[in-house]
């Protein structure tokens, strides 16, 4: 299973600020390869990750699993909108939630895209993940995005 890494209290300039925040948080933990600050924002400028919702906009940034030595979500609540380039558009959008993945198994990232990519399409679960407590917040995303998709491959 994912760690779960939460940080509030944080503004970013832009989203390179936010992308080498992240490379050097996840160095810190141990949770990734050196090459992978650098594979976190070359990915980014060629496969921009910010998704606009209902509500709110996102983003999830992620790399290649040959940088991840073992499996993280970073979650971060920014004081402020951080804006990251759409990743179907030319266009910048304000994001309120940096969802960064560190998976080492390619089927794992993309199953985990696609129950985020679900998940955060309702907007009552975006603006749950926004309001909870930091102290809370890892706990509140295991149980709102992670679990639903293990319990529905149980049955």
């Known amino acids: 299973m994912s ?3 939460v940080r509030t209290g944080i503004e970013f300039e832009n989203c390179q600020q936010a992308l080498a925040h992240i490379g050097e948080a996840m160095l810190d933990k ?3 390869h050196p090459t992978y600050p650098a594979a976190l924002l070359e990915r980014e400028m060629n496969y921009p990750t910010g998704i606009a ?3 709110h906009a996102v983003a999830i940034p992620h790399c290649e699993a040959v940088h991840a030595k073992r499996p993280a979500i970073y979650l971060i609540r920014p004081d402020k909108p951080v804006n990251f380039q ?3 558009d030319d266009g910048d959008i304000e994001v309120s939630l940096i969802i960064a993945l560190i998976v080492e198994n390619p ?3 993309m199953k985990l895209l696609r129950r985020l990519f679900s998940e955060l399409q309702n907007p009552e679960t975006l603006d749950v993940l926004l309001t909870t407590p930091a102290d ?4 509140r995303f ?3 995005i992670l679990e639903p998709a293990s ?3 149980a049955s």
Do not use: M, P, S, Y
Request: some cysteine; proline content about 0%.
């Open 3 to 5: 760690h779960i890494f």
């Open 151 to 153: 319990c529905a491959q």
């Open 107 to 109: 089927a794992a990232q």
């Open 86 to 88: 759409q990743a179907d």
């Open 53 to 55: 919702l209902e509500r």
């Open 30 to 32: 141990g949770v990734v």
């Open 142 to 144: 295991r149980t709102t």
């Open 136 to 139: 809370r917040l890892a706990d």
